[in-house]
């Protein structure tokens, strides 16, 4: 009885939170079978990453279409860790000249001509991982199931 409820209350826990990957997994996951590509950007000090992390990734809609339509990565753009992603080496190269160092992955996914980066950023890829959607705000979660749908 105990194995029941242990095995019940994980599996609900499961189904409450985003199956958040780092880019190494969604590689992984990407070379079994294809799907589209949900990728969050935020730092620690973004005040409106927050209230994403506590409004939108919270909502039980959202949470169940990014689990089963998505791939969901969530990354740090301030992350002083080297990132290996389709071949690639990607670093944080701001690190040692920038009082908010932006690291080389999201640079390169998601840079503005002309535009400073900004957070958060929320980028959609398709099944080919073509960039489809990208957002520089921050998305309600209304806003981002429509986004989702």
């Not at 994980?10 to 939170?17: E, G, I, L, P």
């Not at 005040?47 to 939108?56: E, Q, R």
Request: charged share 25%.
């Amino acid at each position: 009885m105990a194995l029941v409820a242990l095995v019940n209350s994980t599996v609900n826990a499961q189904k409450s939170t985003i199956n958040w990957l780092s880019f190494e997994q969604l590689e992984d996951s990407l070379a079994v079978k294809q799907k589209k590509v949900f990728i969050n950007f935020y730092a620690d000090w973004c005040a409106y990453c927050k209230k994403m992390d506590a409004a939108s990734f919270k909502d039980k809609e959202v949470i169940a279409k990014l689990n089963s339509d998505f791939y969901a990565v969530k990354m740090n753009a301030e992350s002083k860790e080297a990132i290996a992603f389709r071949g690639e080496l990607f670093t944080n190269k701001q690190l040692e000249t920038h009082r908010n160092p932006t690291h080389e992955l999201a640079l390169v996914l998601a840079s503005r001509p002309e535009t400073p980066f900004s957070l958060p950023t929320t980028i959609i890829l398709d099944k080919d991982f073509n960039i489809t959607q990208r957002y520089f705000e921050y998305l309600s979660p209304q806003k981002l199931l429509s986004i989702l749908n």
